[in-house]
């Protein structure tokens, strides 16, 4: 079997259409959708994602501020703007672009952001919402990737979902997403002792470790629908996911690819966020 290629660019496009007439329809309402990204130093990965945020949010026709920082500015300077930013009336979402500066408490600026302007769903009430399945921003990649499913006709209930990886950006979220959607879920990490038992068993997989092409064909069930968050350069500049694409879309019935998957689906549920904050403002005009 050869698997359905899940196009990102695709469902990315087809999404976006029509977010340039929502976005105008607010701008004539005097809500143009405004998207604030707070960069803090130079990490490369980093300053390609941040300018591909803003680069998407003006062909969205969105307003966008980028405040980039270098590495060793203060944490209190990062407040303070975040505080002048919850107070801006033309700014709708609030993105502090991970990861931080180790001098920094992440969690502490995260918890800065106006909730209602947190459109990374990173916030500990947003995070609360989620969990209690009435979510205000779903986190962007967990989000992209519930789309992929939905756009697929993939019904989740009773499948058995497996997520590799732990993190708060992608893990948690996306188990949480999968579970609301009916699916059983199981997360592993770095600790799971028999990662190979746990993946063999998944209907739906999701890599989203950080290694590149650490799941393999054997390690995939045939016809398993395998969805890849992974970004990771290798040595001679060229991208590459956690999954080994070649041999697992041998197996799989359905896969994203790297690049051209996940990637711009989750700048297109930034966009879709930063949409929902600004309408969410109009109603209370
Ligand atoms: N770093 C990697 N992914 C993300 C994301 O979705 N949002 C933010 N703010 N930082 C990230």
Redesign the pocket.
């Known amino acids: 079997m050869t698997a359905k290629i899940l196009d990102g660019n695709a469902l990315a496009q087809k999404l976006r259409a029509g977010f340039k007439t929502r976005a105008e329809a607010l701008a004539a309402q005097g809500a143009r959708p405004g998207l604030a990204v707070v960069l803090v130093g130079e990490n490369p990965a980093?300053q390609v994602?941040v300018r591909n945020k803003v680069n998407a949010c003006a062909q969205a026709g969105f307003h966008s501020e980028k405040i980039c920082y270098p590495p060793d500015v203060s944490p209190q300077a990062v407040l303070d703007k975040i505080a002048e930013l919850n107070a801006d009336p033309a700014i709708h979402g609030i993105?502090?672009?991970?990861?931080l500066p180790k001098h920094f408490d992440a969690d502490a600026v995260l918890e800065a952001i106006a909730p209602e302007k947190d459109v990374?769903g990173?916030h500990a009430e947003n995070v609360g919402a989620l969990m209690q399945g009435q979510p205000r921003f779903i986190?962007?990649?967990p989000y992209g990737v519930m789309k992929f499913f939905e756009d697929a006709g993939i019904d989740l209930r009773g499948r058995e979902a497996v997520v590799i990886g732990r993190s708060n950006?992608?893990g948690k979220p996306m188990a949480m997403l999968l579970l609301h959607a009916g699916a059983t879920v199981t997360v592993c990490h770095s600790q799971t002792r028999d990662l190979l038992f746990h993946t063999r068993r998944a209907d739906v997989l999701v890599a989203a470790i950080g290694r590149p092409r650490f799941v393999t064909a054997e390690m995939v069930k045939p016809g398993a629908v395998v969805i890849d968050v992974g970004i990771n350069r290798l040595p001679g500049g060229k991208l590459c996911g956690d999954v080994d694409f070649e041999a697992v879309k041998e197996v799989a019935s359905a896969i994203t690819p790297v690049p051209g998957g996940v990637g711009p689906m989750?700048i297109t549920m930034?966009l879709a966020n930063t949409l929902e904050a600004a309408e969410r403002t109009l109603g209370k005009m």
């Open positions: 980093s994602y993105l502090v672009q991970l990861p990374d990173f986190p962007c990649t950006i992608v989750t930034l």
